[in-house]
Structures are given as C-alpha cells and as structure tokens.
C-alpha cells in the first residue's frame, strides 16, 4: 500500500535554479494539497486541489506553481528557488469532503 | 487567515506520566483533528472530532472538541517513549467550496525513560 508518496526526499539548489516536487496518491483521493513546515510555524498550506483539472492557492502560494491533470498527480514547481524557500515539504490528500489527511514522508530542500 | 494557537510549545515528561495540551482558535471550525509527528516523517492522524462537546479516545489518547467550537484538547495517559513527537492540532472549515484544514504550530514532546 503506497498511499502518498513524494520524490525526491533530499535535493539541495542553488538560487536561481528551478525543479519540481513530485507528488502521487494511489487512494483514488480527489483533493491533495502541499504544505511547507518551518520551524515555530506548523505546516502552512501552499497550494491546494480539489480536483484534476482545478488548483488554488493557499496561505504561502508565492514563488510556486502547481497543475492537476490527473487524479493522482500532484507537482509543484519552484520556477527560480530562493533561500527563503528552504523547508520540509509534505504533500497531502484526503477525499474531498473530510480533513482526514494522508501526508507523504516530506521532501528536504535546501537552496543555496 | 485563521489562527490556531497551540499550547505547550515543547514539554519533558518522565515515562509514565500523564501529558495534556491544547489548541485555541479566533475563529469556529467544524472539525478539530489532532496529528502526530515522528521524526523524517509525514504527520499521521490521531483522532478526529465533528461535534462540539465531543470526546473521543483512541487508546491512551483523548481529545475534546470544546463546546465553543473554537478549542481543542489532547490528553495522553501514561506516556511511553513511542510517544515522542510533535503534535498537531488542526482546524477544519467548509470555504469556498471545499473543506480547509489549518494547522497549529505545534507541541514537541519528549519523553524521559
């Protein structure tokens, strides 16, 4: 039973560079979600789904860009990282109707 | 946004002890949910609570969701050193079309053997 599950779990990156986080659930969940934790701040909602084909954003959206174009596949995109991004990572999903979330193992990033 | 407040920030607690913590909030929400963190990993729920005045136990843990709707608490008995982590209280309310979740900031909580 995967669940949720995230790659890469390590990356380091320099300012400037670009990559994407990649996010899969195999629960058929139809909302999935990205959080970033920082220490003393909790887990602060970055972009959220509700569905393929729909995205929003959350508390923190700056500096990142998501898609849905399918029910399992969540990415987000850092287009030109900065230090401030430096953080843990998790994405998240549920069925849309219930803040039961499943959370992934985290994604380290570290920008230099 | 919503504000959650969530109090101890850390604590230390000898094994065998009893741990109680909460969370408060500006706002109501329809469900307070109550997640556990291990180390390097992805927070995993603990219990979760639709009505106010409800309390809900999952073995040695039990939470309350305040009469308010605007607080929360968690009480662990009889702690084990399994019981490290951090602890998430977290705020659920119907916006905009769908369920929004607000996250604490968090109790770490570090057992003595």
């Known amino acids: 039973n995967a669940g949720v599950t995230q790659t890469p779990k390590f990356q380091v990156l320099k300012t400037g560079q670009s990559m994407t986080l990649q996010c899969a659930q195999d629960?058929?969940?139809?909302?999935m979600s990205w959080y970033r934790q920082d220490p003393g701040m909790g887990l602060r909602l970055i972009h959220y789904?509700?569905?393929?084909?729909?995205?929003d954003q959350g508390e923190v959206p700056n500096g990142y860009n998501v898609s849905r174009s399918t029910t399992e596949d969540f990415p987000l995109r850092l287009l030109s990282a900065a230090p401030s991004q430096t953080s843990v990572y998790f994405c998240?999903?549920?069925?849309?109707?219930?803040?039961?979330?499943?959370f992934g193992e985290g994604s380290r990033l570290t920008v230099l | 946004g919503q504000q959650l407040n969530q109090s101890p920030q850390s604590m230390f607690i000898q094994e065998g002890e009893d741990v109680s913590m909460n969370c408060t909030s500006s706002?109501?929400?329809?469900?307070w949910l109550w997640y556990k963190q291990d180390p390097g990993e992805g927070p995993v729920l603990l219990i979760a609570?639709?009505?106010?005045?409800e309390l809900t136990s999952n073995g040695r843990l039990t939470a309350q969701f305040g009469i308010t709707r605007k607080d929360s608490f968690l009480n662990i008995s009889a702690s084990i050193p399994s019981d490290v982590g951090i602890y998430f209280c977290?705020?659920?309310?119907?916006?905009?079309?769908?369920?929004?979740?607000?996250f604490g900031t968090g109790t770490k909580l570090q057992v003595i053997p």
């Open positions: 706002s109501i929400f329809n469900t």
């Open positions: 789904s509700v569905g393929a084909g729909i995205t």
């Open positions: 977290a705020g659920q309310l119907y916006s905009g079309g769908y369920q929004k979740v607000t």
């Open positions: 998240a999903s549920s069925y849309r109707a219930s803040g039961e979330l499943f």
């Open positions: 629960m058929n969940h139809e909302y």
């Open positions: 609570l639709y009505k106010a005045g």
